[in-house]
Each structure stands twice: as C-alpha cells, then as structure tokens.
C-alpha cells in the first residue's frame, strides 16, 4: 500500500479559475475531481493535495513557487511515491526549468504522473527529449498568449476602450447592455463633466504655462478640490498629480 501514496498539485493562472466555472477547462475544482477519479480508478491513495491560485506557471520560477519547493522537500524525505496533476503544464511551462524538476522527483523515487498524458518516464534518451518537448510547446504557448494579450490590450487603448480595472478621473463606468463571453455586462466609460472640468484645467496649465505636478498640485489644493468620493475605483491625489496621456474626449 505504501507504493500507492499520491500528492495531486493543482494550478490555476488566474484566481478567476479557482472556482468552478462552466466555460473553463481548467479551473481548480475539475482537477480535484478528475485527479481523484484517476486515482481511484488506479488504485492508489491520495494522502495530500495542493494547489495553487493565480500563479502563472510560466512568469514565476519553482524557486518562488511554494507548494513545487513544499513538494520536493516531501520527496527528498521519501513522504510520498507518486506525484499527480491534470496535465503536465500544471508543474510550469518554463522550458528551461520544468523538464529538469520532472526529471528531478523521478531521481528521486517518485512517479510523475498526468492524469491526461500518462506517466513521464526517464528509461531512454528518447524519454528525456520527450519530456523536455512537451515543456517547450507549453513555453511556446505561454509565450504566444502573452503577445496576443498585449497586442489586444495595445489596440484597445489606441481605440481609446476601457481595458478595465480602475476607472480615470474624469470618468464613470455606465452598463453598456451588451454580456462579454462569460455572460456578464460589461461596462463603457462615459465623461463625468465635473471631473472634466478639472482635467481640462490640468492640461492646460500643463501645456500653456508649463507647469509641473507638484504646482499643479498647490493650485488644486488651493481651490479645495477633492478626490473623487463615492464611486469606487476613482483617485485624484492632490500631493504629485500626475496625467498621464492623452483623453480625446477633452
């Protein structure tokens, strides 16, 4: 029975996927229930589980990785004999690092085992160039989601849209009526004529008299304008206010 212990690692990039959620494949709980089911159907015993929330397996090293030195720490110490996750690409997808921690536990006594992909095995060379390509083409598609994310992001503020996250000065966030590809509203950002106002003043004491963020500043202290209050996701610091680029609207 001792042969039969497994520690299953679960991964998820984003903390959007720790829950369950109908359109995603990978989210943290359909990995707990298709690991557990393969071990039951193997016959082996799961003693410990882990997991990971929102770490990118790709920008953030093993060294870093808490739960990766937590588990190579129990192999060192003989504490388990099989090590399971959904795919591969759970452990990283860092080609120049992941292939050798795989390679690593195997040396180490432990079994490596994918519940989609089989057991990766060092028996050959062929074995070895196997694992080190697997980790590559998962490097390599790490690397091309990055590029599309960026360019996307890139041609939605030269469209001048919201990207999300906080909302600028000068701006609220109105329901637009139309669902993104989870089912939810998504918002657009319409001028607040009041903060405009102050933004409008902002550029041009910036681009007619020259002034700085610092005497900017001073002159907005000075007519007691506020921070915006009461709508989340909204900041003017009057100590250092800086604008950065350019809002066509005004």
């Not at 679960?10 to 229930?33: C, F, G, H, L, W």
């Not at 980790?135 to 598609?141: L, P, R, S, T, V």
């Not at 008299?209 to 709508?231: D, H, V």
Request: net charge positive; hydrophobic share 35%; glycine share 8%.
């Amino acid at each position: 029975m001792n042969e039969n212990r497994v520690y299953c690692l679960y991964r998820v990039s984003t903390n959007k996927q720790v829950d369950y959620d109908e359109q995603n494949t990978a989210d943290i709980p359909m990995q707990r229930k298709a690991c557990r089911e393969f071990a039951d159907k193997m016959g082996w015993r799961i003693i410990r589980e882990e997991q990971e929330n929102g770490i990118s397996g790709f920008k953030v090293s093993a060294e870093n990785r808490d739960k990766i030195q937590l588990i190579k720490e129990h192999a060192e110490k003989g504490l388990f004999d099989i090590l399971l996750v959904f795919m591969f690409d759970r452990l990283g997808r860092k080609s120049d690092e992941t292939p050798f921690i795989v390679e690593w536990l195997t040396k180490k006594g432990i079994k490596v085992w994918s519940v989609n992909e089989g057991e990766q095995r060092f028996e050959s060379h062929t074995d070895r160039l196997t694992n080190y390509i697997r980790f590559w083409q998962a490097d390599g598609e790490s690397q091309k989601t990055s590029i599309r994310t960026r360019t996307a992001m890139e041609q939605m503020v030269m469209e001048g849209r919201w990207r999300g996250g906080t909302v600028p000065y000068g701006y609220i966030a109105v329901k637009s009526g139309q669902l993104n590809k989870r089912k939810h509203e998504v918002s657009k950002l319409t001028v607040h004529e009041e903060e405009a106002k102050v933004v409008r003043q902002i550029f041009n004491l910036a681009a007619t008299f020259g002034y700085g963020r610092w005497k900017i500043s001073n002159i907005l202290n000075k007519q007691e304008i506020k921070p915006a209050t009461g709508r989340i996701g909204t900041n003017l610091p009057l100590a250092g206010f800086c604008i950065i680029g350019y809002i066509s609207e005004y």
